[in-house]
């Protein structure tokens, strides 16, 4: 069973989200202030924290930025603004995914679950561990971590998931459609720009640049391309 902290100081919504989500299999905890929260979701076992960003006192934002010094929780925030300002600063700041409020139930236990499937697989269901290379990033399946010049990267799941669908079509241009369904398990949605939020994060934590070239190249119309440079060992042909 996953262990779900919610923060959120409305304290029937909080009591409605555990009757969403216990038929679900999923085991939840909620706290009404913003220091109770940071507490639980860095000193205790969570598999995912849905967090409110209109909190009396301390406000979403800042306790998931105190989150993300210690910690890689999945997080879920919810926003009643309903302003794209809010939503792109929460995914810049290292959250995983974002809800409007009002929000339907089933969206949300959608959502819990693919972040769920890709942070937190059962041992039955995991595909064989790999470690895969290209050029200064190393990516282990396995324990979820990732290495840069042999030193690690603290990724988000969400993180974690968008970089091994590049790595694995590196040199090829991946569509944000196919980025969308892939890494946050839902269709794309018109004016989404939630994937191109993880991108951006991506970049900034392995460096935009391996050697002079650009690392995640933006297509234009079409998605992006990791970059896999050319093989030292492989001399090209001379002109005849």
């Known amino acids: 069973m996953s262990n ?34 940071i507490a639980k979701a ?15 006192e301390i406000n979403g934002f ?19 603004r309903g302003e794209d300002v809010d939503r792109i ?14 929000f339907n139930p089933r969206e949300l236990i959608a959502r819990i679950r693919a972040i769920l499937r890709r942070s937190k697989q059962e041992p039955d269901k995991k595909p064989e561990p790999e470690r895969i290379v290209v050029d200064d990033i190393q990516l282990d399946t396995g324990s979820r971590e990732v290495l ?21 079509s590196a040199g090829h241009v991946v569509s944000r459609e196919e980025l969308v369904k892939k890494v946050l398990g839902r269709p794309i949605t018109p004016y989404d720009r939630s994937i191109d939020v993880h991108v951006s994060n991506l970049r900034k934590k392995l460096g935009r ?16 391309l990791y970059t896999r440079l050319p093989d030292p060992a492989v001399k090209p042909v001379a002109d005849i």
């Open 148 to 168: 840069k010049d042999n030193i690690s990267i603290e990724l988000t799941a969400v993180e974690f998931s968008l970089l091994e669908a590049l790595i694995r």
């Open 89 to 102: 600063v929460g995914l810049e700041m290292g959250a995983d995914d974002y809800l409007p409020k009002p």
């Open 4 to 37: 779900i902290l919610v923060i959120d100081d409305d304290i029937e919504l909080c009591e409605l989200l555990t009757e969403y989500l216990t038929p679900e299999g999923l085991n939840v905890s909620y706290v009404h202030n913003g220091e109770e929260g």
């Open 209 to 224: 640049k391996v050697q002079d070239n650009e690392r995640i190249k933006t297509i234009r119309g079409s998605g992006y």
């Open 42 to 56: 860095t000193g205790s076992s969570y598999d995912l924290v849905i967090l409110d960003v209109m909190l009396p």
């Open 62 to 80: 800042d306790i998931l930025h105190r989150i993300r010094l210690s910690s890689s929780v999945p997080v879920i925030m919810l926003t009643a």
